[in-house]
T-cell receptor, first 116, second 110 residues
Framework: GAVVSQHPSRVICKSGTSVKIECRSL??????MFWYRQFPKQSLMLMAT?????????EQGVEKDKFLINHASLTLSTLTVTSAHPEDSSFYIC????????????FGPGTRLTVT | GEDVEQSLFLSVREGDSSVINCTYT??????LYWYKQEPGAGLQLLTY?????DMKQDQRLTVLLNKKDKHLSLRIADTQTGDSAIYFC??????????FGSGTRLQVQP
């Protein structure tokens, strides 16, 4: 099956620092990756859609300068939370599609970010 | 915009059937999904159904889709304590990203 990994699984950082989260498709090429954010006991909210080789498409209300997304290859997308604040603490989950309009998205295990 | 709603909590006894319900608003939904999330973990795809289907069965799981009413349900037969988790309904409409419901916490009592 298709496997998506995320690194790190858990990170604690100080306010004002930046944190990079990696999302990798291990055994398939992902033309599109999605980044979601999940607050405790809440649903997943789409943050942005990341297409290989082009700029990410951000959802309304998501600051593109704060959440930098880079999809440099067909197997790797990164999300960098810049100048992190405690309110950025959350569970960040990525997913990947094998190709455009594929019915299935494969989800990573998530990264828990805590900003102190 | 798209909206997906679920009840927040369901409690059943071990061995009983569980039915988790979901309603959605996007009439252009093409695929509808059920995901399972255990504490602190990512999402596990349980099953999905294409919008032109009424029912899909996969072992203990049965998905029913009423497209007219925009109602989706997941039935888990012979529910086990290991089924305790949060279950998310999600739909995919015109764009490839998924819209998720708020999740239903299933508690299975021994």
């Amino acid at each position: 099956g298709a496997v998506v990994s995320q690194h790190p699984s858990r990170v604690i950082c100080k306010s004002g620092t930046s944190v990079k989260i990696e999302c990798r498709s291990l055994d398939f090429q992902a033309t599109t990756m999605f980044w979601y954010r999940q607050f405790p006991k809440q649903s997943l909210m789409l943050m942005a859609t990341s297409n290989e080789g082009s700029k990410a498409t951000y959802e309304q209300g998501v600051e593109k300068d704060k959440f930098l997304i880079n999809h440099a290859s067909l197997t790797l997308s990164t999300l960098t939370v810049t100048s992190a604040h405690p309110e950025d603490s959350s569970f960040y989950i990525c997913s990947a599609s094998r190709r455009e309009d594929a019915y299935e998205q494969y989800f990573g295990p998530g990264t828990r970010l805590t900003v102190t | 915009g798209e909206d997906v709603e679920q009840s927040l909590f369901l409690s059943v006894r071990e061995g009983d059937s569980s039915v988790i319900n979901c309603t959605y608003t996007d009439s252009s939904s093409t695929y509808l999904y059920w995901y399972k999330q255990e504490p602190g973990a990512g999402l596990q795809l349980l099953t999905y159904i294409f919008s032109n289907m009424d029912m899909k069965q996969d072992q203990r799981l049965t998905v029913l889709l009423n497209k007219k009413d925009k109602h989706l349900s997941l039935r888990i037969a012979d529910t086990q304590t290991g089924d305790s988790a949060i279950y998310f309904c999600a739909e995919r409409g015109g764009r490839r990203a998924l819209t998720f419901g708020s999740g239903t916490r299933l508690q299975v009592q021994p």
